[in-house]
């Protein structure tokens, strides 16, 4: 069907109303304007993911006709100096509609013109431009940039129709080209890997950094992209201050102003802890937007939720007992807290949100809440969780989401019973339906796994582990993933800034900023083994230093 008044409207009005998504890119932050072609390869990216979504939707030549192109500055672009005939925005249309249909030569473009004087009007054509125009225009005076620019919108657009079942003039590449030797083929030697990651982390962090902002207004002498290099650099070394970082990063840094210690803290100091949320998951959206384009992505799958806490706090912490609280184990030690849910399994292993855990706060509650960021994210099969979210209400909240989960239990009197019976009967595995009281005569059923482990250090019932599942003992080995999130966890940790300042909302940007870092690190890694293998291996290729130091030149410094 043909996109209407009210079609187009309604495609919009969701942009606009989705909390993650910022459109356009010039007017949501400083990194772009008007003339910037990452910011206008941003957009295609945003409009035509919502586009296809509409049912009138279905055709990808629509789409290139009602791409908003007004805002766009080509000047920079033009190569031209003289007057010419025809606007620059209306041959961005017509070439991405030729990159669309795979021709090679501009012959097929005319021909299939002229039998659609609808579509030339909607172009903006007053005649077609003979096949010799539409060549000087492509060669001599598009810019090399404009020439990529347009090749990846069209990328992009094939790859968003087909993900909403909008049928494609051709199969879209799943392989992003972002650097090839002078052979045209890929050596993955450790050079051609650094390279790769080089060019890629270029392209993610110009994605990924404008979600971020301090708002602190105009005529700032101190530009903000220093603020996200001092905190990125204090990522590059293990328990580095921002007092100590400032100082070394004012010698290392290619900028001529760069913030104070104390400056970037009272900054940070300054954003609330919905702020923080709010600009994580726009910039881990934007990630998962680049990511998402490749076949080696897998948006359907499994996230784990958990909690990790920081070093154990030593100090006073009078005034702050609700925000420095006890650790997961019990003892007498308080630590801060923090939540998070991540993609695990065959996806690559991106945080999807963060959270601070406060003293009261209930785990259903918890859960609830990164589950509701997850879900706008991604489409979420399964959830893994520990055994601290070994609770009934939890339980059932997932499964009238529809949500399959895995959860170890807590061994109680009965189930410490039941698996010394396994013991004496020497059974490796059982499976029982369970029923668990919810209150007022209402029950969630699940199911009780017992499985032995394999070389147990005890030779008594604890042998045997129980997990609850509403989905049957074969996703029992998909718990197995929750792993990445333990490792994970020690790689964040490694990007934190040290710090002994008991600001809560300090104290947890540190932590999301360092699960950004990771987060665009494990993407980095995915995207340069898709370019150089064409396939997606759990195991990087490239280091978490390497993209740390990448990213480090990318903000600014060196």
Excluded at 8 to 34: E, G, K, N, Q
Excluded at 342 to 347: D, I, P, R, S, T
Excluded at 457 to 482: A, I, K, W
Excluded at 537 to 550: F, K, Q, Y
Aim: proline content about 3%; overall charge negative; some cysteine.
């Amino acid at each position: 069907m043909t996109a209407t008044p009210e079609s187009r409207r309604v495609v919009f009005r969701r942009i606009a109303r989705r909390s993650h998504t910022d459109w356009p890119a010039y007017d949501s932050t400083p990194l772009y304007d008007r003339t910037s072609l990452a910011g206008l390869e941003s957009d295609v990216r945003i409009v035509s993911a919502t586009w296809f979504r509409h049912d009138d939707h279905t055709s990808v030549e629509q789409f290139v006709c009602s791409l908003p192109l007004a805002y766009v500055i080509f000047d920079a672009e033009d190569r031209y100096t003289g007057p010419t005939r025809y606007e620059m925005s209306t041959l961005f249309r017509v070439f991405v509609l030729k990159e669309l249909h795979g021709w090679e030569y501009e012959t097929a473009l005319v021909d299939y013109l002229e039998n659609r004087p609808v579509l030339c009007e909607q172009l903006g054509f007053e005649t077609i431009p003979e096949q010799s125009t539409l060549w000087r225009s492509w060669h001599e005076r598009f810019s090399a940039d404009l020439r990529e620019t347009v090749e990846t919108a069209a990328r992009t657009i094939l790859i968003k129709a087909q993900n909403a079942g909008v049928a494609v003039p051709r199969e879209p590449a799943r392989k992003l080209r972002y650097h090839e030797n002078e052979s045209g083929e890929s050596d993955s030697d450790e050079q051609t890997t650094l390279e790769q990651a080089e060019k890629i982390t270029d392209h993610v962090s110009r994605i990924v950094f404008p979600a971020f902002s301090l708002d602190r207004g105009d005529g700032c002498e101190i530009h903000e992209n220093a603020y996200w290099g001092l905190q990125t650099y204090l990522g590059l070394r293990e328990r580095l201050a921002a007092n100590e970082g400032a100082r070394s990063f004012t010698y290392e840094s290619t900028r001529e102003r760069t913030p104070l210690g104390h400056a970037h803290r009272d900054h940070i100091r300054d954003l609330s802890i919905a702020e923080i949320r709010e600009m994580y998951r726009q910039a881990v959206n934007r990630l998962l937007s680049e990511v998402a384009e490749t076949g080696e992505f897998f948006r359907a799958g499994i996230v784990a939720i958990d909690i990790t806490e920081a070093d154990p706090f030593t100090g006073d912490r009078t005034g702050h007992e609700d925000e420095i609280i006890g650790t997961k184990e019990n003892t007498e030690e308080y630590a801060y807290q923090w939540a998070t849910v991540q993609l695990v399994g065959n996806a690559v292993p991106i945080v999807l949100d963060a959270r601070p855990v406060r003293k009261g706060e209930s785990r259903l509650e918890i859960v609830k809440d990164l589950l509701d960021s997850a879900e706008e994210m991604v489409h979420v099969d399964n959830v893994l969780m520990d055994r601290e979210f070994d609770s009934q209400h939890v339980l059932e909240m997932l499964s009238q989401r529809g949500l399959s989960y895995v959860v170890p239990k807590r061994m109680q009197t009965s189930e410490k019973a039941q698996a010394k019976r396994l013991l004496r009967r020497d059974q490796d595995r059982y499976e029982t339906d369970r029923k668990l009281h919810l209150g007022k005569n209402e029950w969630h059923e699940t199911t009780l796994i017992y499985r032995r482990k394999e070389d147990s250090e005890y030779d008594d019932h604890r042998q045997y582990s129980v997990f609850m599942t509403n989905c049957g003992s074969g996703h029992l080995t998909e718990y197995g993933y929750r792993w990445e999130i333990e490792s994970g966890y020690r790689s964040i940790k490694r990007f934190m800034a040290a710090t002994t300042s008991k600001d809560f909302g300090l104290r947890f940007f540190y932590f999301a900023f360092a699960c950004l870092l990771y987060s665009i690190w494990r993407a980095v890694d995915l995207l340069v083994q898709v370019e150089l293998t064409g396939e997606y291996e759990h195991s990087p290729i490239v280091t978490a230093d390497n993209t740390l130091t990448l990213l480090k030149k990318e903000t600014g410094i060196g």
